[in-house]
């Protein structure tokens, strides 16, 4: 049945034939997260990193109405380039395939393709969850609901501080969801390698996390992993500027009433613009430190 849907690569097929460990990508990152032509340097990069630590990156997208489980070289420019892909999470996937559209998977959508083609381990850069004022515009990421329901694990640099740090934590411990620290106490802020916000636990080799991710499921405690793991010093940015940016770019968005999906692309792009693309760089480099240790749980959790 689902093999209607779902297309690999082959080199994610021929990875999985022979029992390799496997790395999920997500591509709202490629297609709305950042600017052409680094976007696509940067998943390539991303890529190649997953592959040097050992395992085989599975980069993800809805395209032309299939599950594209691995990209080609032109698949990938082509999520990169175009301007008229959706940014794809959950509630869009049927839409998207029964009318043969093309879609940028997003945190959420992302795993429920991994959790379909049997990956574990997904490298991204940053969850989405709970806004600020969301008491007021509901506005919750569905990526929480996935990390609540969907058994993979996610490496990334913590939660972005346009969102509320706080609530999106305690929306994750109501659904049972793990925020692990890899080598660090705190919750990293993306751009930031600390936040005001403890984590969990904190682990800090790839096999104890690893050991965590096998025991949660040998359980049956369904559901995902938050993985985070903190921008490498020398590229975060000064918490000054970005909490004013940040600030600078909600009030732009209230202004301009941006709601529903557009919210987030809105305020990462606000802040690439007011930072005047060290944020881009920011960006870049700690999804490639997630690849690294994203590539070494895999390995792990395959012996
Ligand atoms: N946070 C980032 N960069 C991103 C995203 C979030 O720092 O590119 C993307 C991810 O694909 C994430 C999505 O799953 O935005 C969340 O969107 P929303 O808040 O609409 O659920
Ligand atoms: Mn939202």
């Known amino acids: ?11 994610v097929l021929e990875a999985k034939e022979k029992g390799k460990p496997i790395v ?35 980069t993800i ?33 049927p839409y998207l395939l029964s009318c ?46 996935e990390l609540a329901n969907t058994n993979v694990a996610v490496v990334c640099a913590g939660a972005k501080s346009i969102l509320d740090i706080g609530l999106t934590l305690e929306y994750l411990e109501t659904y049972g969801v793990p925020v692990v620290g890899f080598g660090t106490d705190t919750l990293p802020a993306f751009y930031s390698m600390t936040s005001p916000f403890n984590v969990n636990f904190r682990l800090d080799t790839t096999n104890e996390v690893a050991d965590m991710i096998r025991t949660k499921w040998e359980m049956g405690l369904n559901g995902g992993v938050v993985v985070a793991n903190p921008i490498p010093e020398e590229y975060a940015l000064e918490e000054s500027l970005i909490n004013r940016v940040i600030e600078k770019a909600l009030a732009e968005a209230k202004e301009n009433q941006i709601g529903g999906k557009q919210v987030t692309p809105f305020l990462l792009g606000k802040v690439k613009e007011l930072t005047e693309g060290k944020s881009l760089a920011a960006n870049i480099a700690l999804v ?8 070494l749980i895999a390995v792990s959790l395959a012996k």
Not at 1 to 11: A, P, Q, R, T, V
Not at 62 to 89: H, P, R
Request: charged share 25%; aromatic share 4%; hydrophobic share 40%.
């Open 1 to 11: 049945m689902l093999e209607k849907w779902l297309e690999f690569s082959h080199e």
């Open 24 to 58: 999920a990508l997500e591509s709202t990152i490629i297609s709305h997260g950042m600017p052409y032509p680094q976007n696509i340097h940067t998943a390539r990069e991303v890529e190649a990193i997953i592959r040097e630590n050992g395992a085989v990156p599975a």
């Open 100 to 145: 043969k559209k093309n879609g940028a998977t997003t945190v959420a959508a992302t795993m429920i393709c991994a959790e379909l083609a049997e990956i574990e381990v997904f490298v991204t850069g940053g969850i989405g969850g709970v806004h600020r004022e969301a008491e007021v515009t509901m506005d919750i990421s569905a990526d929480l609901q």
């Open 61 to 93: 997208a809805i395209l032309n109405g299939k599950i594209k489980i691995g990209l080609s070289n032109e698949e990938l420019e082509y999520l990169g380039q175009s301007k008229d892909v959706e940014k794809a999470s959950r509630r869009d996937i």
């Open 288 to 295: 490639k430190n997630n690849a690294r240790v994203g590539a």
